[in-house]
């Protein structure tokens, strides 16, 4: 196991809806970084937080937003769902200064 | 053999059985390379790692070689098991910055008992 917990496991919206997905990072890890991965894809890049400061955002759309909280915990919120929404959401955590990321379990959503 | 599907590429081996799979990565600048294994409904984990100044670098059962000249990442298992049965992904980043790595597809690795 790697430390790195998310919350839930799995969930289903509509479309339209608001959804917040939780991950706690391995502890003394101040960096998270959140992913989505669809069905027989790599995992794509949404943002990255180190110490509570998004330092880092791939190619989603301002509807994917996140939090980093003061003890490295980490929300990733997404309004006005879409179908294509759905898919596994995997947080990984890190130490500011090393390359190595360690990932949680995901969070599978489905978009009805 | 290796086959590509309609989604995920795959590659069925026998137990016993030394397996390669292969990576095109797509940045020329990119400098540190990373392999990591997914099990169903698992998240990523990492296996092995390589930076550019090397071109080969060795783990337990398994070995990573890099070609910087062809773009190209492999994963080499000795040995291999069932329970090496996953979907092993590429990823490729710039060391000295964020360390956000891109991921590449994804190779299914079925291992027949």
């Known amino acids: ?37 669809a069905l027989g894809q790599g995992p794509q890049f949404i943002f990255q937080y180190y110490r509570e400061e ?11 937003s996140g939090l980093q909280f003061p003890n490295y915990s980490s929300e990733l919120n997404v309004n006005a769902l879409e179908l294509d929404d759905s898919a596994l959401y995997l947080c990984a955590s890190r130490t500011g200064n090393q390359e190595t990321q360690y990932f949680g379990p995901g969070t599978r959503l489905l978009v009805l | 053999g290796e086959s590509v599907g309609l989604h995920l590429p795959t590659l069925s081996v026998q137990e016993g059985d030394n ?15 990373i392999w990591y294994k997914q ?15 090397m071109d080969k670098r060795q783990g337990q059962r398994v070995t990573v070689l890099l070609n ?46």
């Open chain 1, 1 to 37: 196991e790697t430390g790195v917990t998310q919350s839930p496991t799995h969930l289903i919206k509509t479309r339209g809806q608001q959804v917040t997905l939780r991950c706690s990072s391995q502890s003394g890890h101040n960096t998270v970084s959140w992913y989505q991965q």
């Open chain 1, 54 to 64: 998004e330092n880092g955002r791939g190619n989603f759309p301002p509807r994917f």
């Open chain 2, 19 to 33: 397996s390669i799979i292969n990576c095109a990565y797509s940045n020329s600048a990119s400098d540190y390379f």
């Open chain 2, 39 to 53: 099990e169903s409904g698992k998240g990523p984990q990492f296996i092995i790692d390589i930076r550019s100044n």
């Open chain 2, 68 to 113: 910087k000249t062809v773009k190209h990442l492999s994963l080499q298992i000795a040995a291999t098991q069932p329970g090496d049965s996953a979907v092993y992904f590429c990823a490729e980043t710039l060391s000295g910055g964020s360390y956000i790595p891109t991921f590449g597809r994804g190779t299914s690795l079925i291992v027949h008992p």
